[in-house]
Each structure stands twice: as structure tokens, then as C-alpha cells.
């Protein structure tokens, strides 16, 4: 099993001091993480279409065996709801595909809570994601954990992102080769930290799973620097399994 643990972003003032140094420029804080990680979550681009000179930059200045998984725009996500979208999504491919070229991993597409399970939301997924991309869905409708939605989608190589969150089901969900889990807070939403046997027990879950090679891992729970602490931990597990 390949593990790919990160954070989702990297910006966050509140970390200095207690990741990035008093002292360290904000223009070096990615040359920084990049030290301690191979792998980024892109949440900016979920606010925003990014620009190419940015990705191209992020490329240039990563180490060669850096892995990007970027959020789809909310734009198409939430505002649309994948609605009319096939062009600004195929800009949005060709765009990281270009940008990261090789340094690409999962594209994630996050959905809203009124986003519920209906035969033509998932329809619109299967028909909206190109297959040539790594995709990923998360889920915030408790609708969609059902073995009939996670089979389709992942018949359709659409891996369903399993959650560590307060109101959802915590389940690990391998329904592709590539498992994709993020890591949110369990008992405050981006406000709490994990014990080491709880990242253990996530590690051993993915080992489990007979049909996947890669896991990505991601901790949201920036406050208090909260996930910093705990990717570093769970490299640490993964390492040691």
C-alpha cells in the first residue's frame, strides 16, 4: 500500500509558531511543508479557478515526487451541481492537467448538503467526471452511504471519499484502487485532534482493504495546527506498519 498523507492547504496564519518559524517568510511556508510532506490538498481552488501560472509554479517548485489532489471549484459543485457544466469542467481538467502535469493525483469533488442521493445526481456525476482523472467524491447528504450509490460509482472508478466529521458515518470506503480519506475532527469540526491509536486504527482499516494501492490521507482540522501534528503522526504509523 502507498500512503499519501498531507494537509488540506497549507496557508494558514495560525500555524506560525507552531509549524511554520516566528521568523520564516510567508513566501517560503510552501518550501517549508514541502519538507515534512509529499503530497497537498488544493482547497484554494474550491473558492476559485486557478490560474496556470499558479499550478505551473506549485509544479516548479515541489520536490519530483510531489502529489497534488485538487477540489473542484464550487462553482460547478455547488452553485451548478455539476448543471451545465461539461465546459467549465473540461477547462478546469485541462487547466491542473496542465499545470501539474505528472504531479497530479485525485481531483475531488465535494458536494453540498442539499445534494442528496437521486438517480439523477449520480447520473450527473458518472457522466460529468473524466475517466482519464483520479476522481473523488465527497458527500455531506448521509443519503449517498448506500452499497448501491458506492458500487455504481465505483464501477465507474469514482472513489467515494470516506470521512473522519461529526455527522457522518466514519466508515473507509474502498471502492477503487485509490482510497481517499479525510480527516475533518471527530469531535469539533476542523477543532480537534487524533490519538495515535485512532490513526492507527485507520492505517490498519486501509491495510485491510484487499483491492486498493494507494491511500491519500488528509487532515482538515488545521486549528491549533491540529493537522500538521497528525499527518506527521500517521507518516510516522505508516512507516512503521
Not at 500500500?1 to 517560503?28: D, I, T
Not at 514541502?34 to 509544479?59: A, G, I, M
Not at 462553482?75 to 451541481?81: G, R
Not at 475517466?131 to 455531506?140: C, I, L
Amino acid at each position: 500500500m502507498q500512503f499519501l498523507v498531507g494537509c488540506s492547504g497549507f496557508h494558514y496564519k495560525h500555524w506560525r509558531g507552531k509549524f511554520y518559524p516566528e521568523g520564516l517568510a510567508v513566501k517560503n511556508w510552501f518550501a517549508f511543508y514541502c519538507q515534512y510532506f509529499s503530497t497537498l490538498e488544493l482547497n484554494v481552488t474550491f473558492y476559485r479557478f486557478p490560474k496556470l501560472e499558479t499550478l505551473q509554479d506549485w509544479h516548479k517548485n515541489s520536490p519530483a515526487n510531489f502529489v497534488f489532489s485538487v477540489k473542484v471549484p464550487r462553482s460547478i459543485t455547488h452553485f451548478k451541481k455539476l448543471n451545465d457544466t461539461s465546459r467549465m469542467l473540461g477547462d478546469f481538467y485541462g487547466l491542473i492537467g496542465e499545470g501539474l502535469q505528472k504531479k497530479l493525483g485525485s481531483v475531488l469533488f465535494q458536494f453540498p448538503p442539499n445534494f442528496s442521493y437521486t438517480e439523477i445526481n449520480i447520473q450527473r456525476i458518472m457522466d460529468s467526471v473524466d475517466p482519464t482523472f483520479e476522481n473523488v467524491v465527497e458527500f455531506r447528504h448521509k443519503s449517498w452511504w448506500n452499497d448501491e450509490a458506492i458500487a455504481r460509482l465505483g464501477q465507474r472508478n469514482i472513489a467515494f471519499c470516506g470521512m473522519s466529521h461529526p455527522d457522518f458515518p466514519d466508515d473507509l470506503i474502498a471502492n477503487t484502487t485509490h482510497v481517499y480519506y479525510r480527516l475533518h475532527g471527530r469531535e469539533h469540526l476542523y477543532a480537534s485532534g487524533y490519538t495515535d491509536n485512532e490513526l492507527k486504527n485507520v492505517i490498519n482499516r486501509i491495510n485491510e482493504t484487499p483491492a486498493s494501492t494507494k491511500a491519500y490521507l488528509y487532515f482538515n482540522n488545521d486549528i491549533e495546527g491540529y493537522a500538521v501534528e497528525n499527518a506527521r503522526s500517521t507518516i510516522r504509523i505508516a512507516e512503521s506498519h
